[in-house]
């Protein structure tokens, strides 16, 4: 599904947000703990959240 093989759970170099989504959608099943993959992804989309409510100059 995706081109991402679910076996694999090891976090990656360089992920972009797209990335990041996909590996949420394909990874569902998975543990936070448990899966790096999953772990970085949500890191990555929480930070450009973050960074998002900033630049409008929300908290």
């Known amino acids: 599904m995706l081109g991402?093989?679910?076996?694999?759970?090891?976090?990656?170099?360089?992920?972009?947000?797209?990335?990041?989504r996909d590996v949420l959608r394909v990874h569902t099943c998975c543990a936070l703990l448990a899966c790096p993959k999953?772990?970085?992804?949500?890191?990555?989309?929480?930070?450009a959240r973050i960074a998002a409510r900033q630049e409008l100059g929300l908290r």
């Open 38 to 47: 999953k772990r970085q992804a949500t890191a990555l989309i929480n930070q």
């Open 4 to 20: 991402i093989p679910i076996e694999n759970h090891e976090a990656i170099g360089l992920m972009t947000l797209a990335h990041a």
